[in-house]
Structures are given as structure tokens and as C-alpha cells.
């Protein structure tokens, strides 16, 4: 028997760091002379023995007709196979036409009215037979589109609502508000509401029999086998980004809710499922249409290329791709300026404020000099919290650097009588700003209320009692109705581009009869400036994916012009 041919090189897929364009790269002596001839525009590589050919249908057959004759070691067998087979991945082309969706009218265990465009969102959830990412911008509805989903659906019963905490008590109105109760017979009945079991704690128990139940994404996990037992039909994950990480243990626990016999339709509900990162959208999509964008590997080998820590991009040619195959199979996406005429604009301005640099670098300085006595004793695992802690300190540092301007700030526009957000990350801001703005009476939304606490702090300000609301970016960015104010203020600055606009929905939303203008206050000098570029970059890879098109981070003549008239009013009184 002849023994094997000796391989006389490799073949991977990479991104060419020059170009930015995805290519085969081959390496050895021999594998290198030999491609040279048959591709001759073939590129150098980084060493002698390697070049970098162009991903086209004609190089392709040229490196497949060579290693049907010579054999050579494939490192992206995956991106191999799938090129060498002429099946090509989606190209970039005209957006696919929009779903030719029609105004269904929901079932009668449905009570409420839906907007036209919400009859709409129905009648693509059961175009789509209830597997489905409906990614409308925050305000349009969704929670109320997809209870009439299962009010209209026959076998749409037991649900199972993950969601984050602070909306559980949001869900459990909205279906006392929504939704009729059926009986056992079929009959549906006007003074009652479908039966809900909410979920709040890890212990094990069996759960009682019900019609829907509610559950937070933290302690998924731990009554998952409780929920496996109780018949789901139905799983809705609302702010389904909270399952943008494969590596979580709310990700593994939907994962397998979702995948039981008796689960028929899978909804996942977001404004803002990427957060940071296009790749984020992957886990999402292959729990509610498994397999749509191929394996993990596949999709990043396609779609994305690595940066330089790590992550995965997706780069800007394959975005429209990307935005594509989405909107086609699984996506409903529509933004306030498309179904809501009446909705005036949001406005977004950095604006730069002052920032005690002294104090800034002095403190910042203590900072590394702890980190670097922690490092030098102690084991690797304390490095990096370490490390994570000098990041959080110097956040905080820099929000307590501005925060006499940021004051200053927030009170010019309340001279004005108008009600005003603010939002901060840490407590300690929150306290300072709380007791430095004391003379407007705020109220405020921080982590540890109890849901009736939360609750009323937000009626107050909805009712007029406040015209000033500090709340938390984090424990205020979801669930929750602030349209009494048109002015929104960030006083810190989060990492993420979702979060804001999470916040600043709040007030841009259905019941907001002015134009909101979100003020991104920047410390000169401090960790903001930095923070504010990656924000700015990250919106883009967001926006081209889900919209097509990048939404102005500022418009500086509008929002002068209302500084302007702030100042005017305060010098005239």
C-alpha cells in the first residue's frame, strides 16, 4: 500500500491586517511556490513561506484543483468545506422587502386596544409561528404585543417570562391590565385575569399549577428543573441581551428550557439586543431559531474578525449582510420615527463641563500605586479583581471630579421649572447628587427597592410632585415610564451604548409630547473623554446592524440653542 502524500502546507482563513479583508493564508516552502504560479496577484505574508490569496471563486478552485493533487493541512475546515462547496455565505445585498404584515386582530382573552402598527407586531409573531425577535425601539409596545400573541395563539399556554427583576412587577400589571382569564371549559371570562405565579426564590419546590410564570434571569439557573416539570409551552425572555454571554448559567438554563418537547414558541423581546458588540446577537438568535447563523465559529469565520483583545467584530462589509438575514428569518425592527408620526425627535449633545483635575489625577494616582501593591503580592486571581476594582475607583473618581459642575448643570435647567432625569452609576454619586439638589425634593430609583417602593418614587415624579429624578443607570434603565420630563442628564457614563439608550427611552417613548434632548456630560480630562470615543465607535457596529444607518450622537446647533435659552430665561428672571 502506498503510504499517504506528505503534507506540503497549511491553508486557514484569516483577516489580512493590511487589506481588513478576509483571505486564504498558506503557508510552506512548497505550498507557497506552488500557489505563486497559479495565482500570480498572490500577496505577501508575514514570513517568506507564507502568502495571502484573495477569497474569490476563481482562487478557490485554483487552491482546491492543487490539493486534489497535493495534499495540505486545513486549519478552518468549516470555512473550507462550506467555500469549497460553492455554498457562499449571505452577500450584502438590497434589503429584503419588508414582511407584508397586515393589522391582526388578537384573540378575545385579549382585552385593550393595539395600535395599528402593534396589530402589526401581532400579525408578524404569528407569521413567524411565535419564534421570533422582536427588536422594535424601547416605547413601541412589545410587552403588549406579545401578550396578545398568546391571548390569540391556542396552545400558547403555560408561559414562562424571564425577565430582569425591577420588571417583573411591571409584567405581572400589564397582565392583569392586558389579558382575560379562560376557564377549563373554553369560556372566556370578563372579571378575571389568567392565573400568575411569580417566582422569588431558588429554593427547590414544585410549582403550583398556573397559567403564566414570572422569573428573573438570576434565579433561572437554580428552579430550572422545577420549571422543566411544569408543561412550558410558551418561554418569553424579555431584555433578551441579558443572554448576549454563551457562557453564562442563564444562558445554558434557557438554552435547555428551550429546547424541551413541550415548548412551542420561544419569543425574545429587546430595543437593544447588541449591546456592545455585533457577535453579541448570535446566542440570542440560536436559542429562539437554532442553527440560522450556522455554529458559533462558522458565524464569526463569516461574519466577524478578532480585535486586538479578543472580541469578536463583525466587520463593516458584512453588516448590511448580517442586517439581512435577520429581517428576513426572525427580526421585527422598527423605530420610533417609522410608526410613530406624533412622537417628536430625541436629541443627543455631549456636552464638555469642568472637572478638578488635581483632585482627578491625585486620587487616580493612589489608585495605581494600591493596584501595584497588590499585585506584587498577591496570586493571580487577586491581580485581575485588583485590576477590576481600580477600573470601578476611577470611574467614581472621575464622576466625583465634575460632580460641583455637573450640580451646577442640573440646576440651570430646573430653574427653568422643567422636569429633569439625571442618571449616575455609583451610590456614592447618587448620594451626592441627592443631597446637593436636596432643595428641589427629588426622588429617586436606586438598586435594593422594594417594587412598591420603586413604584411610588415614579409616580411621584410622573404626577408633578418632583420635578427632579436621580436614578441609578442601572437600576432605572428598564421597566419603568418617565415621559413627564424632556430632559435627560448623565452625569456618569457607562461603558455600554444600550444602557443610555435604554435611560433615555424611558422618556423618549409612546405618551412624550416633546422633543427629548439627552445631555451626555463629559469630566475635561478624566476617564470621559476616553469612555465617550468607545461609545461613539460602538453605535455604529450597532446601528449599521440593526438599522441600516448611525443615529447622530449630538446635534450641536439644536441643543445650543435650548443651553441658549436656558440661560436666557435664568438672566431674565
Keep these: 500500500m502506498d503510504a499517504p502524500l506528505e503534507s506540503i502546507g497549511t491553508l486557514q482563513y484569516v483577516l489580512d491586517r493590511y487589506s481588513k479583508i478576509w483571505s486564504w493564508k498558506i503557508s510552506g516552502s512548497r505550498a507557497v511556490s506552488m500557489i505563486s504560479r497559479l495565482v500570480p496577484e498572490a500577496w505577501y505574508g508575514e514570513r517568506d513561506d507564507e502568502v495571502i490569496v484573495s477569497d474569490n471563486a476563481e482562487n478557490v478552485r485554483q487552491i482546491q484543483m492543487m490539493m486534489e493533487r497535493y495534499p495540505m493541512e486545513v486549519l478552518s475546515k468549516h470555512a ?49 409561528s411565535g419564534n421570533a425577535l422582536l427588536a422594535d425601539e424601547m416605547g413601541l409596545g412589545k410587552t ?42 373554553g369560556r372566556i371570562l370578563d372579571s378575571g385575569s389568567p392565573t400568575v405565579t411569580t417566582i422569588r426564590t431558588g429554593r427547590r419546590a414544585p410549582l403550583p399549577r398556573s397559567d403564566i410564570y414570572l422569573i428573573n434571569y438570576e434565579l433561572l439557573f437554580k428552579r430550572r428543573a422545577d420549571i422543566e416539570a411544569a408543561g412550558i409551552r410558551t418561554i418569553v425572555c424579555d431584555e433578551v441581551h441579558n443572554l448576549r454571554s454563551k457562557a453564562t448559567q442563564k444562558y445554558k438554563a ?8 413541550t415548548v412551542l414558541y420561544r419569543i425574545g423581546l429587546s430595543g437593544t439586543p447588541i449591546y456592545n458588540r455585533g457577535s453579541e446577537i448570535w446566542p440570542i438568535i440560536d436559542i429562539i431559531q437554532p442553527g440560522l447563523l450556522g455554529s458559533f465559529k462558522e458565524f464569526c469565520e463569516y461574519f466577524c474578525y478578532v480585535n486586538e483583545k479578543g472580541k469578536a467584530i463583525v466587520l463593516e462589509n458584512r453588516r448590511a449582510s448580517l442586517r439581512n438575514q435577520l429581517l428576513k428569518h426572525i427580526m421585527l425592527r422598527r423605530k420610533k420615527s417609522d410608526v410613530l408620526r406624533e412622537l ?34 498577591g496570586a493571580p486571581s487577586t491581580k485581575s479583581s485588583s485590576y477590576q476594582r481600580a477600573i470601578q475607583s476611577e470611574r467614581q473618581v472621575a464622576g466625583v471630579a465634575k460632580i460641583p ?68 443607570l442601572r437600576a432605572g434603565n428598564v421597566g419603568i415610564n418617565l ?10 457614563l457607562d461603558w455600554s451604548p444600550a444602557i443610555h439608550r435604554q435611560a433615555e427611552d424611558r422618556l423618549h417613548r409612546i405618551g412624550q409630547r416633546n422633543t427629548v434632548f439627552a445631555y451626555y ?18 453605535s455604529y457596529e450597532i446601528d449599521e446592524i440593526l438599522d441600516d444607518d448611525a443615529d447622530e450622537f449630538e ?4 441643543a445650543e440653542m435650548i443651553l441658549a435659552q436656558i440661560q436666557d430665561k435664568i438672566r431674565s428672571k
Excluded at 449633545?349 to 482627578?360: F, L, N, P, Q, S
Excluded at 446635534?555 to 439644536?558: A, G, Q
Design 80 to 128: 473550507w468545506q462550506r467555500k469549497a462547496a460553492g455554498i457562499r455565505a449571505p452577500r450584502p445585498g438590497p434589503p429584503p422587502v419588508k414582511h407584508d404584515l397586515k393589522r391582526a386582530k388578537p384573540g378575545e382573552q385579549f382585552r385593550g386596544r393595539l395600535l395599528n402598527f402593534q396589530r402589526e407586531g401581532l400579525d408578524f409573531l404569528l407569521k413567524s
Design 144 to 185: 403588549v404585543e406579545t401578550l396578545s400573541y398568546v391571548a390569540t395563539e391556542k396552545h400558547a399556554f403555560p408561559v414562562l417570562v424571564v425577565a430582569p427583576l425591577v420588571t417583573l412587577h411591571n409584567w405581572e400589571r400589564e397582565i392583569a391590565k392586558f389579558l382575560r382569564k379562560k376557564s377549563r371549559n
Design 254 to 261: 434557557v438554552k435547555r428550557l428551550a429546547a424541551l418537547d
Design 344 to 377: 417628536k425627535d430625541k436629541v443627543r449633545y455631549k456636552e464638555v463641563i469642568g472637572a478638578d483635575t488635581d483632585y482627578y489625577l491625585d486620587e487616580l494616582k493612589k489608585i495605581w500605586e494600591r493596584l501595584e501593591e497588590e499585585r506584587r503580592s
Design 405 to 472: 459642575h455637573v450640580i451646577n448643570f442640573v440646576k440651570n435647567i430646573m430653574e427653568i421649572e422643567e422636569s429633569v432625569v439625571v442618571f449616575c452609576h455609583h451610590r456614592a454619586i447618587h448620594q451626592l447628587l441627592r443631597e446637593s439638589l436636596a432643595e428641589f425634593s427629588p426622588v429617586s430609583i436606586i438598586g435594593g427597592q422594594s417594587d412598591s417602593e420603586r413604584q411610588s418614587q415614579i409616580d411621584m415624579f410622573q404626577n408633578g410632585q418632583s420635578k427632579l429624578m436621580i436614578a441609578g
Design 483 to 492: 415621559t413627564r420630563a424632556k430632559y435627560v442628564l448623565f452625569a456618569e
Design 521 to 538: 456630560l463629559i469630566g475635561s480630562g478624566t476617564l470621559d473623554d476616553h469612555v465617550a470615543d468607545i461609545l461613539v465607535d460602538k
Design 555 to 558: 446635534d450641536r446647533r439644536r
